[in-house]
C-alpha cells in the first residue's frame, strides 16, 4: 500500500531504497518561495542508523504493517537478550543491539513488546513505566530536601537516573522508560 508524505506519522514504517525504514520524526515545511516539502529524521530497522532525508510533498512511499507481539524477557547471557513466547513458549534470542535502550529497563520476567515489519524485527519497547530497586546511590543528608536537588543512582538492571536526594539505597522507584526519568518512590 502507497502513501505519500501528507500521510507520515512519528513511528510509520516505509520502504525508501528497498529498505525498510521507521520515521522517527518529520515536519512539513512550505517556504515562501517555491514547493512544499517534507524534513524527516528515518531510522534503518536493518542497520539502526539514522538518517535526515528531505522529501517534496506528495511523493509515494510503500508502507510496511507492524505487528507486535508481547513477549517474557527471561534472561541476559552476557552477549543476548532471551525472550519468551507465552503462547505457545517459543524462545527467541536477541543481541543487544536488536533490543537498543529498552535492554536497561528490562527484568527478569517482565513483559515487553516486540515489534515486526513483516518478519523482520525492527525493535523491543519495555512497558511504559517500570518498578526498579536502587542498588547504588550516594547517601542523602539531613536538610537535602528543601531545594529539591539530584544525584545519580544505579537501579537493579544497570540503568543510572537522576534521582530525589531523599532516596536511598533498597528504595524501589517508578521510572517512565521513554525518557528515564524518576516518578515516584513506591
Not at 511523493?59 to 552477549?79: A, I, P, S, V, W
Not at 505457545?88 to 533490543?99: F, H, I, R, S
Not at 529498552?102 to 519497547?125: C, F, H, M, P, T
Request: aromatic fraction near 8%; include cysteine; glycine fraction near 10%.
Amino acid at each position: 500500500m502507497a502513501i505519500s508524505t501528507a500521510d507520515f506519522k512519528n513511528g510509520k514504517c516505509i520502504v525508501i531504497d528497498g529498505k525498510p525504514s521507521v520515521i522517527i520524526e518529520f515536519q512539513h515545511v512550505k517556504p515562501g518561495k517555491g514547493g512544499a516539502f517534507v524534513r524527516t529524521k528515518i531510522r534503518d530497522v536493518r542497520t539502526g542508523r539514522v538518517n535526515d532525508l528531505t522529501f517534496r510533498s506528495g511523493e509515494k512511499f510503500d508502507e510496511l504493517r507492524l505487528d507486535t507481539k508481547e513477549m517474557q524477557y527471561l534472561y541476559n547471557d552476557g552477549e543476548d537478550f532471551h525472550f519468551m513466547d507465552t503462547g505457545d513458549y517459543n524462545q527467541v534470542a536477541l543481541t543487544a543491539a536488536a533490543v537498543g535502550d529498552a535492554g536497561k529497563w528490562l527484568k527478569e520476567n517482565d513483559l515487553a513488546s516486540l515489534q515486526y515489519a513483516g518478519d523482520e524485527l525492527i525493535g523491543v519497547e519495555a512497558a511504559m513505566f517500570v518498578e526498579l530497586e536502587v542498588v547504588e546511590t550516594e547517601p542523602g543528608f539531613k536538610g537535602d530536601t528543601v531545594q529539591g536537588g539530584s544525584k545519580p543512582a544505579t537501579l537493579e538492571t544497570g540503568a543510572v537516573v537522576n534521582v530525589p536526594m531523599f532516596v536511598n539505597t533498597g528504595d524501589v522507584l517508578k521510572i517512565d522508560t521513554r525518557d528515564g526519568r524518576y516518578i515516584t518512590r513506591i
